[in-house]
């Protein structure tokens, strides 16, 4: 649920259909239109100017259907093609086995308005295991004036019909 800080959320997080079902490509997270449309999260111009730090926070549950690993990214960019945004924070791959359970990923960023670039620190957990915070990836030729997409993808190391990925909410929080 969104607190009094939160200043922008993904539409339609919350509402997809499961994935990762049978598969085990990367996957883009969507919402639940008749035509589904990837989650995207936008910020808007100017909302991170001056250095100001963010948060950003996307989250979800999953059901696994065999014993596999579950990668979860955090992406800067809203292409449609996976490999056109630049992943900047990640879980890796983390062990769902036969169960059922949580994911979040979050990062705390800020950008350098001097030299616009998109910089800070994250972390991630899947099912209870805590990934160390690290540095995020630094990206180059971000302008705070403009508006900053994120999306959020999942991936499943082992295929099978019942595995069942959820992004539950997708949002930006002032700190």
């Excluded at 995207?40 to 989250?59: D, E, H, I, T, W």
């Excluded at 990640?90 to 350098?112: F, H, K, N, P």
């Excluded at 209870?128 to 995020?136: D, Q």
Aim: net charge negative; with cysteine; glycine share 12%.
């Amino acid at each position: 649920m969104p607190n009094a800080n939160t200043f922008a959320q993904a539409a339609g997080a919350g509402t997809g259909a499961a994935q990762g079902a049978s598969s085990t490509a990367e996957f883009q997270f969507v919402d639940n239109a008749s035509t589904p449309v990837r989650l995207r999260l936008r910020l808007p111009p100017g909302s991170v100017g001056n250095g100001r730090p963010f948060k950003v926070l996307a989250g979800g549950r999953f059901v696994s259907g065999t014993a596999g690993n579950l990668t979860i990214n955090l992406d800067h960019g809203d292409s449609a093609t996976i490999g056109s945004n630049t992943t900047i924070e990640t879980t890796g791959a983390i062990a769902m086995a036969t169960d059922s359970g949580s994911w979040r990923i979050e990062a705390e960023l800020q950008v350098d308005s001097v030299g616009d670039r998109l910089l800070g620190y994250g972390y991630g957990e899947v099912n209870g295991v805590i990934v160390a915070e690290a540095a995020t990836a630094i990206v180059a030729s971000v302008d705070p004036a403009a508006e900053i997409a994120f999306t959020v993808t999942g991936q499943c190391s082992a295929s099978h019909a019942s595995n069942a990925i959820r992004c539950d909410y997708f949002e930006a929080q002032a700190l």
